[in-house]
């Protein structure tokens, strides 16, 4: 009744034979899914780092470098405050002592000017900025469309700009420009900033356009500490005086910036660049961030 054939034997022996090599082949399988899974996690990782834009960016602290743009990205319905100052004591006229005695110009008035921004959509930016100088108000927006990393060697930030003298009632000066950056590790920024203004030589009611394009840099020596400068070269149109041009030292801590400077003129909006800065001045400034986000 129990009799077992040969044939039964073989049979059998086949068909585990057959499940043996089924669940080995599943155990070799099974790791190179899971390490296909692992690196499909860490690439996504990755990607959500790079296109997180709360993220701080350690050799981009801020969106200035002195007085040119940056291209570092403010997160939606983030903001942040700036203050800049620019005090009247030329250093290079006088002797050291002198200037020593007016506290390297602090004692002889400042030009103030105060930015709000605010990320009114992802990868747009919003600011309005007042500074003294002839009562200035300067409304712009960025659109920063690259980030480097991936397929982009650069980040790139389109730039539109209006401002106009007198709290905006006359003397109104438009401009349009792009900010290209790159960065070396944490350490190392570079920015070209190539920049159209029209109506630069509103004051002598001429109507000129001017065209410069600005180079600079920052440099990371120390984990909070950094070197900056810029120089603005026009290339076009309205060309008074020297290129506008500066440097300074910053340290950052948290979501506050410091930056101490030195600028051949104490213009900060586009169209004051694009005027350039005087021949033989040299004025003490700062600016202080804060980051809302």
Known sequence: MFAISHRSIVFSAAALLTLMTSAAAAQQVQPVS?????????????????????????AEPDFRVLNLPSTLRLPVHGSNFQLTHRFNG???????????????????????????????ARHLQAAVYRT??????????????????????????????????????????????????????????????????????????????????????????????????????RTGGYRPDEHAYGFGIEKRAGGHLFQLNFNNGQGTTFGQLARGGSPDTLYLGFNLARKFF
């Open 90 to 120: 030329n250093l290079r006229r006088g002797t050291l002592g002198g200037n020593a005695g007016n506290l390297f110009g602090l004692d002889q008035g400042a030009a103030v000017g105060f930015e709000y921004r605010f990320g009114i």
């Open 34 to 58: 899971r390490a296909s899974q692992s690196e499909s996690a860490i690439h996504s990782d990755v990607a959500d780092v790079e296109d997180d834009d709360t993220a701080p960016v350690l």
């Open 132 to 233: 003294a100088i002839d009562k200035t108000f300067q409304f712009y927006g960025k659109y920063d469309a690259l980030r480097q990393g991936g397929s982009s060697p650069v980040s790139l930030s389109a730039l539109v700009s209006v401002e106009g003298a007198d709290n905006f009632q006359e003397r109104y000066s438009p401009g349009l420009g792009l900010v290209v950056s790159r960065t070396v590790a944490d350490r190392l920024a570079l920015y070209a900033t190539p920049v159209w203004v029209h109506n630069t030589a509103a004051l002598l009611n001429i109507d000129r356009d001017t065209f410069f394009i600005g180079v600079g840099g920052r440099v990371r020596v120390s984990a909070s500490v950094y070197v900056v400068a810029e120089v603005a070269p």
